[in-house]
T-cell receptor, first 112, second 115 residues
Framework: ETGVTQSPTHLIKTRGQQVTLRCSSQ?????VSWYQQALGQGPQFIFQ???????GRGNFPPRFSGLQFPNYSSELNVNALELDDSALYLC???????????FGQGTRLTVV | AQSVAQPEDQVNVAEGNPLTVKCTYS??????LFWYVQYPNRGLQFLLK??????LVKGSYGFEAEFNKSQTSFHLKKPSALVSDSALYFC?????????????FGTGTRLLVSP
C-alpha cells in the first residue's frame, strides 16, 4: 500500500450539488495530481499542485478546482455536479526525487 | 500531443504460461514510461518504469517490460502467469525532463489468468 489516503471512499450526490474530495499525500511528497477515471476508461488528468500552486491542468472545466495545503494535502472541489461526473477520482503524490506517482485508493463519486 | 495505445481490451492466459500485455506510445521527446495495475475497487499500484538505460526493466511481482524506441513500444511481460495476476493493467507515458508530472494513460487491458 502507498502512503496516499483519500476520503471519503464512496459518495453519492445529486445533480447540481457541490462536492469536496480530500487527499493526504505520502510523507515527503510535495506534488499532488488528481485524475478522473470513468467506468471502463483510463484515468484522465485533471490538474496538478506543486507547493500549493496549480502548475498544470487537463481538459476539465473551471467548475473543477483544487487546493493544496502547507502540509501538501489536497482537495478537489467540483461545483454544479453533472451526471457525467460520476467516476472514480484518484489522487497521486510524488516528489522531485522520484519519477513515478503513487496513487491513493480513490473516491467513487456517484451523481444521481 | 502524447498518447498511449493498448490494443487489446483483454488478454487471456493459462496459469504458468508466459504473458504479454501490449503498449505503444506517442510523445514529443524522450519518454518516461510506466505500468500500473488496478485491482477491483482499488487505486493504481505502480509496477515498473522506464527512465533510461537498459531496455529491459524489471518490476514488482516478477513483471518486466521491454522498451523499444524504434517501435515506440513498452510491452509488459511475465514468464509465468499466476491466477492472482488477474487485474486491469494500464500503460502510461509522460515527457522526460519536465517538472510537470501529468501522466497520459492508455484505456487499460484486462488480464485474465485461468487456473
Amino acid at each position: 500500500e502507498t502512503g496516499v489516503t483519500q476520503s471519503p471512499t464512496h459518495l453519492i450526490k445529486t445533480r447540481g450539488q457541490q462536492v469536496t474530495l480530500r487527499c493526504s499525500s505520502q510523507s515527503g511528497h510535495n506534488t499532488v495530481s488528481w485524475y478522473q477515471q470513468a467506468l471502463g476508461q483510463g484515468p484522465q488528468f485533471i490538474f496538478q499542485y506543486y507547493r500549493e500552486e496549480e502548475n498544470g491542468r487537463g481538459n476539465f472545466p473551471p467548475r473543477f478546482s483544487g487546493l493544496q495545503f502547507p502540509n501538501y494535502s489536497s482537495e478537489l472541489n467540483v461545483n454544479a455536479l453533472e451526471l457525467d461526473d460520476s467516476a472514480l477520482y484518484l489522487c497521486a503524490s510524488s516528489s522531485e526525487s522520484n519519477t513515478e506517482a503513487f496513487f491513493g485508493q480513490g473516491t467513487r463519486l456517484t451523481v444521481v | 500531443a502524447q498518447s498511449v495505445a493498448q490494443p487489446e481490451d483483454q488478454v487471456n492466459v493459462a496459469e504458468g504460461n508466459p504473458l504479454t500485455v501490449k503498449c505503444t506510445y506517442s510523445v514529443s521527446g524522450n519518454p518516461y514510461l510506466f505500468w500500473y495495475v488496478q485491482y477491483p475497487n482499488r487505486g493504481l499500484q505502480f509496477l515498473l518504469k522506464y527512465i533510461t538505460g537498459d531496455n529491459l526493466v524489471k518490476g514488482s511481482y516478477g513483471f518486466e517490460a521491454e522498451f523499444n524506441k524504434s517501435q515506440t513500444s513498452f510491452h509488459l511481460k511475465k514468464p509465468s502467469a499466476l491466477v492472482s495476476d488477474s487485474a486491469l493493467y494500464f500503460c502510461a507515458v509522460r515527457p522526460m525532463n519536465t517538472g510537470f508530472q501529468k501522466l497520459v494513460f492508455g484505456t487499460g487491458t484486462r488480464l485474465l489468468v485461468s487456473p
